[in-house]
């Protein structure tokens, strides 16, 4: 298991994370739409254990930029390739999108944080596998972390945020990046929960699995 450590600089806010901000643009987002998170196999191009991409941090990038970035719109929403939602017939289930996306209001409204990485494992193209983003509201912090390594679980020291009891959240992963949702097995890939511990003085630790995202 590797280890990696992030910082979350609570006195350097980015500016409040619009509630208008999660439509799907992505797919404009470099490779977010078209070589994303568990694509599935319309994408004949991506390896099959290669489905899980660094690119679901697009919606990070949401965060980043909300100073000046404040609508989106849904434009992926059913039978297209990462669309939310999927039919075959009389069937009709949630992708992974879906839940990625499900993962992330709590921070609507709230006030984005810059999070520094300071260590952590690295995929073969020398970027860092760990990512996460940051927010604060009158309700609390919330952390949104992603391992995007395809065989690695890290354990995650996150440092900066006011400690008290358990932190609880959730976590969407699968056995293997090419896994995904269909008629036959809906539930393939679904949020399951995860719980932060107390690291010391000061800091929470969590344990991500490879190609996961998870909100605490």
């Given at each position: 298991?590797?280890?990696?450590?992030?910082?979350?600089?609570?006195?350097?806010p980015i500016?409040?994370?619009?509630?208008?901000?999660?439509?799907?643009v992505?797919?404009?987002?470099?490779?977010?739409?078209?070589?994303g998170?568990?694509?599935?196999?319309?994408?004949?191009?991506?390896?099959a254990?290669?489905?899980?991409?660094?690119d679901?941090?697009?919606?990070?990038?949401?965060?980043?930029?909300?100073?000046?970035?404040?609508?989106?719109?849904?434009?992926?929403?059913?039978?297209?390739?990462?669309?939310?939602?999927?039919?075959d017939?009389?069937s009709?289930?949630?992708?992974?999108?879906?839940?990625?996306?499900?993962?992330h209001?709590?921070?609507?409204?709230?006030?984005?944080?810059?999070?520094?990485?300071?260590?952590?494992?690295?995929?073969?193209?020398?970027?860092?596998?760990?990512?996460?983003?940051?927010?604060?509201?009158?309700?609390?912090?919330?952390?949104?972390?992603?391992?995007?390594?395809?065989?690695?679980?890290?354990?995650?020291?996150?440092?900066?945020?006011?400690?008290?009891?358990?932190?609880?959240?959730?976590?969407?992963?699968?056995?293997?990046?090419?896994?995904?949702?269909?008629?036959?097995?809906?539930?393939?890939?679904?949020?399951?929960?995860?719980?932060?511990?107390?690291?010391?003085?000061?800091n929470?630790?969590?344990?991500?699995?490879?190609?996961?995202?998870?909100?605490?």
């Amino acid at each position: 298991m590797a280890d990696a450590s992030l910082r979350v600089q609570g006195d350097e806010p980015i500016g409040t994370i619009s509630p208008r901000l999660y439509g799907h643009v992505a797919e404009h987002l470099g490779r977010c739409c078209y070589d994303g998170l568990w694509v599935g196999r319309q994408q004949t191009e991506i390896p099959a254990d290669g489905r899980f991409h660094n690119d679901v941090v697009a919606l990070e990038g949401f965060h980043r930029q909300c100073r000046v970035l404040t609508l989106a719109n849904l434009v992926q929403i059913v039978n297209v390739l990462q669309a939310p939602v999927m039919t075959d017939g009389a069937s009709f289930w949630r992708t992974p999108t879906y839940d990625v996306f499900q993962l992330h209001p709590m921070h609507l409204n709230a006030t984005a944080l810059p999070i520094d990485v300071t260590s952590g494992p690295s995929p073969p193209d020398g970027a860092s596998a760990i990512s996460g983003t940051v927010s604060q509201s009158g309700a609390g912090v919330t952390i949104t972390l992603i391992n995007a390594h395809r065989r690695e679980d890290v354990e995650i020291s996150v440092g900066g945020v006011p400690r008290t009891g358990i932190a609880t959240g959730q976590i969407l992963t699968a056995s293997t990046p090419a896994a995904e949702n269909d008629a036959t097995s809906p539930g393939r890939v679904v949020p399951i929960p995860l719980s932060a511990f107390p690291d010391g003085a000061a800091n929470w630790r969590v344990t991500l699995p490879p190609h996961s995202i998870a909100t605490i």
